[in-house]
């Protein structure tokens, strides 16, 4: 699946709900599926990580769709030419520096 | 750029120095950019959220990659067949559920 496909798949089904209810609002569902995530990545199965993944990949999406951000274009920016610290493709910046 | 080529990317820039950090040190970084995100939400540029949107993805990649989760698995799985609230591709799940 594409960061593209996941955007519109994401869009079609909750845009509208999403739209209503603002970047604010849904930045604290995000926040929710974080919290989440760290649970089970604490203490839960394989099953329950991906389905926690998924879930703060989903609210990811849906803000990008209300902020008008194309993720695919944002990953391809930033990574595309190589780590934005160094420039390498394997990253060769000091441990003590992002990322 | 699909989902499987941005942990491919995020795996081959970071992989070592994840790894040898380890899931909780790493989760640190996460919530540093969900953060940064945010400030670039409220009074950011279009250019400023694109890279912190890439920023997010990326050490959710990097995450994913050490703890061995597929994301693209995981959104297809969840999400893949229909809202998991109600089942719909257009989700008719009450504005008071999730999500």
């Known amino acids: 699946m594409s960061l593209s496909d996941l955007q519109a798949l994401i869009r079609k089904m909750y845009f509208a709900k999403d739209q209503a209810r603002g970047v604010e609002a849904t930045f604290l569902w995000l926040i929710e599926e974080v919290g989440e995530l760290a649970t089970s ?25 209300v902020a008008g951000v194309d993720l695919s274009e944002a990953v391809a920016k930033k990574y595309g030419s190589g780590c934005p610290g160094c420039g390498k493709f394997v990253c060769t910046c000091p441990n003590s520096e992002k990322p």
């Not at 839960?44 to 993944?53: A, I, K, M, S, V």
């Open 41 to 65: 990545l604490r203490n839960g199965t394989h099953e329950e990580r991906l389905g926690e993944f998924a879930d703060v990949l989903a609210w990811l999406a849906t803000i990008a769709n």
